[in-house]
């Protein structure tokens, strides 16, 4: 679902363990690494939108993961001039997104990169929290800052342990 503005709306999911690391997975046959990522489908209600992603792209389904938070607005990016499609209709020049903090109920959660027919990513790692800023490609990095400053003070709280 595009906007009048030009914006694909979509939902963005950053996963969190018990020892406060978060998911990131590496884009299959790129030296990208992102957090799950993807689109709202017409009428879908956003939280929807997040399970189908979160299973499509690393096969964890709702029982799987305890909802934290999600961003306390939408959150946008442009894409680079090169990547946007200009013979596309409706005309998409970024993504506006709705951002949730998930916990894994188990840390030995299975994760599947083939729940889908069609794989986005071709491995994943747990890292520390403020490393996807490091790995995320520039034009995404300004939303995955105000994502992790949001939820930081969920994750890096003492109270953590809480969420439970």
Known sequence: MIDSEGYRHGVGIIIVNSKRQLFLAKRIGKPAWQFPQGGILENEPPLEAMYRELYEEIGLKEDDVQV?????????????????????????????????????????????????????????????????????????????????KEFARTVLSKNFWDYD
Do not use: M
């Open 68 to 148: 934290l938070t999600e961003t306390s607005r939408w959150l946008r990016y442009k894409l680079p001039k090169k990547l946007i499609r200009h013979n596309s209709k409706p005309l998409c020049i970024g993504q506006k997104q709705k951002w949730y903090l998930l916990k894994v109920k188990s840390d030995k959660a299975e994760f599947n990169l083939e729940a889908s027919n069609s794989p986005e990513f071709d491995s994943w790692a747990w890292v520390s929290y403020w490393y996807p800023l490091t790995q995320v490609i520039a034009f995404k990095r300004r939303v995955y800052n105000l994502a992790l």
